[in-house]
Structures are given as structure tokens and as C-alpha cells.
């Protein structure tokens, strides 16, 4: 399964915590997340 940065930064802003997201994508890791969060304010 394929999971977008949009869909990461979706789940943090809906209030999702790291933890929540890691149980609900095992395949992802907390750097997975950070990286995220670092290519956010890139996307203007």
C-alpha cells in the first residue's frame, strides 16, 4: 500500500498523534513522518 505526504500531513493535522499513525501504517517509521513534516513547507 502506498501512503502520500499529503496523507501523513492530513492525518497530523486531523489530530492524529505519531504513535496513532505508526499503529495504523507499520510500514512507516517516525523518520518517515519527520521527512513529512520537512517537505511540507517546501510545497508552496
Known sequence: M???VYDVLSYLASGMTY???LDD???L???DILAC????PDRD
Open 29 to 31: 517509521t517516525q523518520d
Open 25 to 27: 501504517f507499520p510500514y
Open 2 to 4: 502506498r501512503i502520500t
Open 19 to 21: 504513535e496513532e499513525i
Open 37 to 40: 513534516l520537512s517537505y511540507a
